[in-house]
């Protein structure tokens, strides 16, 4: 069975950190690359950032790139996203997801949630103004 749990949500005070972990299991650990999903209310769902295994290259949005980190650890089958200097804009539902397609160094296509094969259920991230 695949399975990817998310766990370290929270609320959390504007400038504040939270670091959000999902561990994969079953087919999911064998992805090529996983990354990071965020809905809030009423819009739609946007890439937080990536992490690709074979080499460990990253992508984030420009909205989080310079206050989040994505990171991974093989042997735990895990990611992790670490979020410093929050905003009350970062307020959503985090969803980690797991992608069996290899992009082929084309990084930015990690941004596409349709690439995605498995999607965990999700921990809400509230950050407080």
């Known amino acids: 069975q695949v399975q990817l749990v998310e766990s370290g949500g929270g609320l959390v005070q504007t400038g504040g950190s939270l670091t959000l972990s999902c561990a994969a299991s079953?087919?999911?650990?064998?992805?090529?690359?996983m990354g990071w999903f965020r809905q809030a209310p009423g819009k739609e769902r946007e890439f937080v950032a990536g992490?690709?295994?074979?080499?460990?290259?990253?992508y984030y949005s420009d909205s989080v790139k310079g206050r989040f980190t994505i990171s991974g650890d093989n042997a735990k089958n895990t990611v992790y996203l670490h979020m410093n200097s929050l905003k009350p804009e970062d307020t959503a539902v985090y969803f980690c997801?797991?992608?069996?397609?290899?992009?082929?160094?084309?990084?930015?296509?990690?941004?596409?949630?349709?690439?995605?094969?498995?999607w965990g259920q999700g921990t809400q991230v509230t950050v407080s103004s």
């Open positions: 997801a797991a992608t069996l397609t290899n992009t082929g160094g084309a990084q930015y296509l990690l941004r596409l949630g349709y690439l995605y094969d498995y």
């Open positions: 079953g087919r999911a650990f064998s992805s090529y690359a």
């Open positions: 992490i690709v295994w074979s080499d460990w290259g990253t």
